[in-house]
Structure formats: C-alpha cells, structure tokens
DNA sequence: CCGTTAACCTGAGAGC
DNA sequence: TGCTCTCAGGTTAACG
C-alpha cells in the first residue's frame, strides 16, 4: 500500500519524535504477521536506544543501540499511530483506512518515556524483523535493485536489464529487484508522464524511451515526496497534514476521465497486469 | 533459469 | 438492513 514517498513520510515523521528516544517497554498483541514475530522479539528491544532512522525501499529502519537494527515494511495495510502517555486519543501518522483507529489491529506498541508508537495493519500482510549487525542488514537487502532517486538507477543500468527481457514495462518498474520502491500507482503516473503503453514490452523500448522512464521516475516520486505522499483515504503525516500527491494523479484512479494531456480527448482506460489495476491512456502512451 | 498465477488477510463499498 | 461480490498503495511460493 504505501510505496517509496508514503514510507519517506513515515520515516520523517518517525525521525522527528523517536530519534535518540529509549524503548521502555514492547507489547506485541499478535504474533502473526507476514512472518511470526519470535519471542525473543521484545526483549532484545526493551531498554534499548534507538540511534538512527532511515529508509530503503519501502522498509523503515531503525538502528537499535548502533549495532542492531529493526527493519519495518507496512505491507498493503500497514499504519503507524502515536498518543501521549494517558492520552487516550491517538494520532495517525501514516495513514489508516476509514475514520476511526481500527484498534484490534494494533498488534504492536512501543512504548517511550512520554508516549507511545503503535504499528496497525488489519491485513497483516507487513512484518517486523530484527538484524543482529550491519552485515546481516546488508545481506537481507542484497537482491533488491538499486533506489529509483539514486544515481545507480540510470540509463545505462535500465538499457542492460531490458536486453534480454520479454517482460512488460509495468510489470518491471513493480519488480523490486530490478528497482526498489515504486508500486502500484506510481508505475502508472510514471508511464503516462513517460507516454509509454505499460503493455510495451522493455526489449523493445528505445535509449530515449529509457531515459524518459529514468527521468520521470525521479520526477514523480521527488515531486511525491514533497507533497507529503500520496493521501487515499487518510493519509497524514506527524503534524496532523494529509498528503497531497493525489490531487497530482494523471491515470491511477482515472478510469473513465477524460485524459489531461492538452489536445487529448480520450479517456483513461483500467486494465489489469498481473492482477493489479493499470491506467493509461492509449492516444498518449504507445 | 524465467515469467506468471495464486495465495496470504481484512474491510470498504457497490449492487441487489 | 443485510447479503454477496469485487476491489485494495505488496510480496512470494509454486507452477508451467
């Protein structure tokens, strides 16, 4: 659910409230997520520090005491929520679906001196895991293909993982290894602004078709990030914002709108690859 | 080896 | 109101 610039959002808002902050206590209400959380989980956090927050792909990473390290991937589902110590309202600061604070999926509370994180995610198609060092951080990310905002994300890398591939360009801006962070709706904003069909096979995407995809790649998620993500249902970051990247969409969620290139007057058609929803606009995109 | 499909879960919303 | 059906921002084991 939330891809590369909602995690960077999460990561920020994260950083700005738990940074240097010491875990007093962890309760876990449900074990099973993606993968079981093992029992030693919640000792090997308690008392322990946490010394840096970072992001890679769609993980957020928590450096515990400078040498372990808790990696946290949200799945389709995945929110993050705070609420200061006897305050019983508490604040999203990810995003959630629907209204209320679906309790029953708070499967784990960190607590701090003065207040408390609480991961939620009624799917639990997300995970927690704990990297005993450095190596075995490096180890666990060694498939995943480069950052799309990095410069190893760039012509020449895209040009020779298409030579000999006879999959679509949709589905490669999703497989992880080949780039790490884009999803569902970014792969259609990415392909209509780079007026590529996400049908086209990438064998047959020309040098400046690449570079199109390169740029615009960069372009939409930097431009996501810095409106906050993307907010479908309710979205917010620690200061309480909603995200305001949906207002940008070009074609996720435009099944039926007339296409906003100028001069177009077709409208953005859904298909499915892969059993995910694409949008497109098949004048635009060849 | 490669690419595709089914499966993992719950909840919201549409249609009847 | 309530039932059934479809869909949802992700990943990956199993299959051909």
Redesign the pocket.
């Given at each position: 659910?939330?891809?590369l610039?909602?995690v960077e959002i999460v990561k920020q808002s994260l950083n700005k409230i738990v940074k240097f902050k010491t875990i007093s206590k962890v309760i876990v209400n449900n074990r099973?997520l993606?993968f079981k959380i093992p029992k030693n989980f919640e000792k090997s956090l308690k008392k322990k520090k946490i010394t840096k927050i970072f992001r890679k792909?769609?993980?957020v990473i928590f450096q515990i005491n400078f040498e372990q390290y808790l990696i946290m991937?949200?799945?389709?589902?995945g929110t993050i929520h705070m609420s200061d110590k006897g305050n019983k309202k508490n604040t999203n600061i990810?995003?959630y679906?629907?209204?209320?604070l679906?309790e029953?999926?708070n499967h784990l509370i960190f607590f701090f001196d003065k207040f408390k994180v609480i991961y939620n995610d009624?799917?639990?198609?997300?995970f927690v895991k704990i990297m005993k060092s450095k190596d075995e951080l490096i180890k666990y990310f060694s498939?995943l293909g480069p950052e799309p905002l990095g410069n190893k994300f760039n012509t020449n890398y895209l040009k020779q993982k298409f030579n000999?591939?006879?999959?679509?360009i949709k589905?490669?801006l999703?497989?992880?290894?080949l780039v790490?962070?884009?999803?569902?709706?970014?792969?259609s904003e990415i392909l209509f602004r780079s007026k590529i069909n996400p049908l086209k096979k990438?064998e047959n995407l020309t040098l400046s078709e690449i570079r199109k995809i390169i740029s615009k790649t960069k372009f939409v998620l930097s431009h996501a990030i810095n409106k906050g993500?993307?907010?479908?249902?309710?979205?917010k970051n620690v200061s309480g914002f909603k995200?305001n990247y949906?207002k940008e969409f070009m074609a996720?969620?435009r099944e039926n709108y007339l296409c906003l290139n100028r001069g177009c007057e077709s409208k953005i058609i859904?298909i499915?690859?892969?059993?995910?929803?694409t949008y497109y606009c098949k004048n635009c995109q060849k």
């Open positions: 659910m939330p891809e610039p909602e099973n993606r792909s769609k993980y991937h949200l799945g389709m589902s990810s995003f679906h629907g209204r209320d679906p029953k999926h009624p799917r639990r198609f997300g498939k000999k591939s006879i999959k679509n589905n490669s999703l497989d992880q290894n790490s962070g884009i999803g569902n709706i970014y792969a990438v993500g993307s907010s479908i249902r309710d979205f995200g949906q996720y969620s859904k499915n690859i892969n059993n995910r929803a």
